[in-house]
């Protein structure tokens, strides 16, 4: 079974930037297998939303990168090699950036597929980390 541990959350005022982490552990230390890894955002009274996704095959190469349009070209999915972490590196960041963020993954699948923003598409998600911008 694989647990999802989320770090890097913070406080920063508007323009800032944050790195969000996310680790998938299993019983046999970190892996990602071929999944869709995604991160979402809940803010306080509002839905669950897909923030972005990315495909990981069982070598823990990255495909097809995909991005809510609200962060299309602010934010980057990508992966940290030397901690073999998920990473979203998050600029110019908005007050309305402001939510819990949440790593969720669901495999084995060979993409992330058109429907990869629907949190019941995923079947593995971390605790969150708490992401907050002041104006």
């Known amino acids: 079974q694989v647990h999802l541990v989320e770090s890097g959350g913070g406080s920063v005022q508007t323009g800032g930037s944050l790195r969000l982490s996310c680790a998938a552990v299993g019983t046999s230390g970190v892996s990602y297998g071929d999944s869709c890894m995604a991160w979402f955002r809940q803010a306080p009274g509002k839905e669950r939303e897909g923030v972005a996704a990315i495909h990981v095959d069982n070598r823990n190469r990255l495909y097809d990168p995909v991005y809510d349009f609200s962060v299309k070209g602010r934010f980057t999915v990508s992966r940290d090699h030397a901690k073999n972490t998920l990473t979203l590196d998050m600029n110019n960041l908005k007050p309305e950036d402001t939510a819990m963020y949440y790593c969720?993954?669901?495999?084995?699948?060979?993409?992330?597929?058109?429907?990869?923003?629907?949190?019941?598409?995923?079947?593995?998600w971390g605790k969150g980390t708490q992401v907050t911008v002041s104006s």
């Open positions: 969720a993954m669901v495999g084995p699948v060979s993409s992330c597929g058109p429907t990869w923003f629907a949190p019941g598409d995923y079947n593995t």
